[in-house]
Structure formats: structure tokens, C-alpha cells
């Protein structure tokens, strides 16, 4: 069965830098774009970027550009999703999720449990 | 960048009552681009709805997705009670992707 499973919560000071980690299990890792979206305690979904693990390639939100990194390392089925300068509305639950089909496919059918990032001095 | 708004903000309904929501989109969605997402609390999102009617592997017939161009309904035809949730609709077809700002569907 599809898994993805995300590393855990972490707290982080303002100004640092958090890497979240997600690894995926239950399909072949490089044969679907994997996306990263975060939720603020009590708000909506927003989605930041994704990877072509295929590929490396990236695409990330505007908002996010210059800030965030997603990586991943086919040899373990990880992908990586780095977010830096760190500011407290950056508190948040940081999800994977794989998207179903190909490129522009990004309907997102299996999820990571979503590791809680908490930015505080 | 396109904006999806989701009306209404709060549905308040009765288990067996029907549920209609919408999602407008700023602009045109290229190919009915568009999926719709259930969130229970403390849970991960659900995908229920992708191409604007296509059902997700496993999601009852009782949800269903309808429309075109810039506007879309995810119909509930009789609410259960684990249908009390917030959904989410998300427009996709290109590298970007953007998400509404979600309707909550609450027992009345």
C-alpha cells in the first residue's frame, strides 16, 4: 500500500532553518511528482512547490521562492522539503503529498501525516 | 494567479439533508482542472473529487462533482455523519497549483 511517512515535529527559533523529510513506500518513488503544502493551526491548505523525483526538477510558489528547498534522494524514496529564515507565521503543518498522474496531474491522492513546525523564540 | 472562493463559508445541516458547495474560480480553469478535498479534524485531507467529476478510488457515490469554466459544486446528495468535515477545492493543470479557503459543513 501507498505510504508516506514525514518526520517529526520539530521547534525552531526565528531565523533558523527546519528540513522535513518524507518518505514514500508502496509505488516506484521516481514515478510520481511529490508536492509540499502546509496548514496554520486553524487556517486553510496552501501549497508551496513540488519535485519530479524522476527528474530532480523543481517548481516552487512565488511566496516561497528564495525561501524553500525540496530535494530528494532516490535511494532511499525521500523527498526533502527545506524552508529557511524561519518567521513565526511560518508555524505550521508541513504535508507531502504525491500527485496522481503526470506532469500538470496535481490532484494529490496519498498524504503524509504532516509534521507539526512550530517557530518560536 | 487564479483565486478560488469557496461559498458558503459555514453549511449548517442535518445528518440525511443534501450539501452543496461551490468553488469560483477568478478565471477560466484550464481542462476542469479542479479536485475537492474533505478534512475531518486532526486528519489529513481526503481526495474525494478530481477532474471535476471523477470520483477517487474508495469515495462513496454519494459525493459528486459537476461543473466547467469557472464554476464547480461538490454535491453531498445525503450527509452521513462523517461527512461533517471542511472541504477543500484545488485547481491544478499547470506547475502551479492553488487551494480555496475551504467550507466548513457543520451539524445543525
Known amino acids: 500500500q501507498v505510504q508516506l511517512v514525514q518526520s517529526g515535529a520539530e521547534v525552531k527559533k526565528p531565523g533558523a532553518s527546519v528540513k522535513v523529510s518524507c518518505k514514500a513506500s508502496?509505488?516506484?518513488?521516481?514515478?510520481?511528482?511529490i508536492h509540499w503544502v502546509r496548514q496554520a493551526p486553524g487556517q486553510g491548505l496552501e501549497w508551496m512547490g513540488w519535485i519530479n523525483p524522476h527528474s530532480g526538477g523543481t517548481y516552487y510558489a512565488q511566496k516561497f521562492q528564495g525561501r524553500v528547498t525540496i530535494t530528494r534522494d532516490t535511494s532511499i524514496n525521500t523527498a526533502f522539503m527545506e524552508l529557511s529564515s524561519l518567521r513565526s507565521d511560518d508555524t505550521a503543518v508541513y504535508y507531502c503529498?504525491?500527485?496522481?498522474?503526470?506532469?500538470?496531474?496535481?490532484?494529490?491522492?496519498?498524504w503524509g501525516q504532516g509534521p507539526l513546525v512550530t517557530v518560536s523564540s | 494567479e487564479i483565486v478560488l472562493t469557496q461559498s458558503p463559508g459555514t453549511l449548517s445541516l442535518s445528518p440525511g439533508e443534501r450539501a452543496t458547495l461551490s468553488c469560483r474560480a477568478s478565471e477560466s480553469v484550464y481542462g476542469n482542472y479542479l479536485a475537492w478535498y474533505q478534512q475531518r479534524p486532526g486528519q489529513v485531507p481526503r481526495l474525494l473529487i478530481y477532474?471535476?467529476?471523477r470520483r477517487a478510488t474508495g469515495i462513496p457515490d454519494r459525493f459528486s462533482g459537476s461543473g466547467s469554466g469557472t464554476d464547480f459544486t461538490l454535491t453531498i446528495s445525503r450527509l452521513e455523519p462523517e461527512d461533517f468535515a471542511i472541504y477543500y477545492c484545488?485547481?491544478?493543470?499547470?506547475?502551479?497549483?492553488?487551494f480555496g479557503q475551504g467550507t466548513k459543513v457543520e451539524i445543525k
Open positions: 484545488q485547481i491544478y493543470g499547470s506547475s502551479r497549483s492553488t
Open positions: 503529498a504525491r500527485a496522481g498522474g503526470g506532469f500538470g496531474e496535481f490532484f494529490f491522492d496519498y
Open positions: 508502496g509505488y516506484t518513488f521516481i514515478d510520481y511528482y
Open positions: 477532474d471535476a467529476s
